[in-house]
């Protein structure tokens, strides 16, 4: 019986054995568990993609702002078109002032020279002093030096 015991011990160990194979079964489980939360895992990364959609929703959306921003620009375009017609218009308006000012006279000359400062630019004006200085300080020839002196 001794061997019997003997015997016994060795199946008491393979009931041991075979716990640790239920331990290792249920180490399956846990297994499955990590996979479950795996699962979760993935499920959070599907969450996450969500919020990807989400983010594309949010560019669509910042899309929609760039078109309006395109359309804020259309109408600065407009703007700008009727900022180049009032142009136009500041032009048009400066020529016949011109036109009417040569014919009234030399003072009416410097009122144009004057306001076309912006329009035309800084030459005009010199030209049209020049024009009036001419006038108001005649030249004087000098026989003796051979020059011209203007006082």
Same mark, same amino acid.
């Given at each position: 019986m001794e061997a019997k015991g003997g015997v016994?011990?060795?199946?008491?160990?393979?009931?041991?054995?075979?716990?640790?194979?239920?331990e290792?079964? +249920?180490g399956v489980p846990e297994s499955k568990a990590g996979n479950m939360e795996g699962e979760e895992g993935v499920t959070e990364a599907e +969450?996450?993609?969500?919020? #990807?959609?989400?983010?594309?929703?949010?560019a669509k959306a910042g899309n929609m702002e760039v078109e309006e921003g395109v359309t804020e620009a259309e109408a600065r375009n407009m703007e700008v078109e009727e900022g180049i017609t009032?142009?136009?218009?500041?032009?048009?308006?400066a020529d016949l002032e011109k #036109?009417?000012?040569?014919?009234?006279?030399?003072?009416? #000359?410097?009122?144009v020279a004057r306001e076309m400062e912006c329009?035309?630019? @800084?030459?005009?004006? @010199?030209?049209?002093r020049s024009i009036v200085s001419s006038f108001l300080c005649p030249t004087? @020839?000098?026989?003796?030096?051979?020059s011209e002196t203007k006082y």
């Open positions: 016994i011990k060795p199946e008491a160990r393979n009931m041991e054995a075979k716990e640790g194979v239920k290792a079964e +249920g +969450g996450g993609i969500t919020e #990807a959609e989400g983010g594309i929703t949010e009032e142009v136009d218009g500041g032009f048009m308006k #036109a009417t000012d040569r014919e009234g006279g030399i003072t009416e #000359a410097k009122e329009v035309a630019g @800084h030459n005009i004006v @010199h030209q049209l004087i @020839h000098v026989p003796n030096e051979g």
